[in-house]
């Protein structure tokens, strides 16, 4: 039964919540606080069912510099990143920082979506995903796939279901003999 535990991460307000609503159909954001504000404060759980047995379960977390904490518990025993970047802003300090967080915590496989591209016009989108491959060169993401999305419209998330489901499939089973991580 392939299951794989993906993390967001990226900075704030570049749509890692709504994709993983766009994804699951569910608000990873639980608090009465999150939604009075608008932000993620701690972290989400949502799990995506694919055909068969495939699980892919999401740790949405937040983007927020003061609450780099959460974004640290968030990601201790997840099994790849989904690097969220806005088409509409690019790299941001806390995309920095996150992809630097995975990368100490030894992450060593995921993905890079770009999302907004709905509030971008193509021009600008082609820019930040240049800015984004350059931002990746020499990082474990280099190689891996940059996907364009749209949470609103669905644009791309069909081809994004089926790269997570790619990565599901070529994942092993977990070692248990790993060390264990506690926030």
């Given amino acids: 039964m392939p299951h794989i535990l993906v993390g967001t991460a990226g900075h ?8 993983v609503k766009a994804l699951t159909g569910i608000d990873a954001d639980r608090l009465k606080e999150e939604k009075a504000r608008g932000i993620t404060i701690d972290i ?9 047995d495939t699980t892919i379960g999401f740790v949405d977390v937040p ?6 904490k959460n974004m640290l518990a968030g990601v201790g025993g997840i ?19 996150h992809l ?3 990368s100490l ?12 591209v709905d509030a971008t016009d193509g021009d600008i989108a082609d820019l930040a995903e240049i800015e984004v491959r350059e931002f990746l060169r020499g990082s474990f993401l280099e190689s891996a796939p940059v996907l364009r999305v749209s949470s609103h419209t669905a644009e791309g998330i069909p081809l994004l279901i089926d790269t997570l489901r790619g ?17």
């Fill in 44 to 52: 989400g759980f949502a799990n995506l069912q694919l055909d068969g």
């Fill in 100 to 102: 630097d967080i995975c």
């Fill in 105 to 116: 915590l030894r992450i060593e496989r995921g993905l890079t979506v770009l999302t907004k």
């Fill in 63 to 68: 983007g927020h510099e003061r609450f780099i």
């Fill in 167 to 183: 990565l599901a499939a070529a994942s092993s089973a977990r070692d248990a003999s790993r060390v264990f991580r506690l926030p």
């Fill in 79 to 97: 099994d790849a990143v989904m690097l969220v970047v806005a088409a509409d802003e690019s790299i941001m300090p806390q995309t920095r920082e």
């Fill in 12 to 19: 704030i307000d570049h749509g890692k919540t709504a994709l």
